[in-house]
């Protein structure tokens, strides 16, 4: 089956409001012209209308890049999906591996935030993804098994449609080391199969699975080509437009 590739950048606590309103227009303006790849910017809290304003009429996606699981409350400092969604938002990320490991965030709370964010009918990138320890113990597909059931538990296969994952290897986000291509085609194939075995083979071939860590404009190309490997999500590469766009273009 032929996928669309996605590319998303994750600007995580980057910019300011003028950089990144600069940093959108310029993305806008150097795609080209009837491509099939789709492109998105998951960007601080603070500047989404903005981005959303500097990007309308563009084909760019502006996300956020977390969500709370409740509608509303009194939860100082959270924002909800449908407050993203209301702000412009057309997908959130959730399950960064800095929300993970640098803020405690388990398999069933993240389970949480993406059935919130689906209620409310906003798209979700679903990180997953192993630390170098588990992968060295050889532990990379039991933790990947454990990340998708727990974290897709209750999903049904035409919710699934609104969510693509991300292979995220811990150990290569921000470090420069990035996956060979067979460790993410690996990884990638171990995943669509276990989607399939929850959801179906039709709602697996249909998956859009983005791998992440350390993509840059001279390993983009490589990866995108593997046939399991649908789009990037791209962290330190996507703050400057030149190297953020060389990825979105790596496919052709
Ligand atoms: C990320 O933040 O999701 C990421 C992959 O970062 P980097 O590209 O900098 O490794």
Known sequence: MSRPKLIVGNWKMFTTRQSAVELAKAVAAGLKP??????????????????????????????????????????????????????????????????????GEGDELLNKKLKAALAVDLPVIFCVGELLAEREATQTEAVLDRQLTHGLAGLTAEQLARVVIAYEPVWAIGTGKVATTEQAQAAHAFIRGKVAAIFG????????????????????????????????????????????????????
Request: aromatic share 6%; net charge negative; glycine share 14%.
């Open 201 to 252: 083979e039709n709602a697996a071939a249909k998956l859009l699975i983005q791998y992440g860590g350390s993509v840059k404009a001279d390993n983009a190309a490589a990866l995108l080509h593997q046939p399991d490997i649908d789009g990037a999500l791209v962290g330190g590469a996507s703050l400057k437009a030149d190297s953020f766009l060389a990825i979105v273009h790596a496919d052709g």
């Open 34 to 103: 009837g491509s099939t790849t789709r492109v998105g910017v998951a960007v601080p809290g603070p500047w989404i209308t903005s981005v959303v304003e500097a990007v309308a009429g563009t084909p760019v996606e502006v996300g956020g890049q977390n969500c709370h699981f409740e509608k509303e409350g009194a939860f100082t400092g959270e924002t909800s999906a449908g407050m993203l969604k209301d702000a412009g938002c057309s997908f959130v990320v959730i399950g960064h591996s800095e929300r993970r490991h640098g803020f």
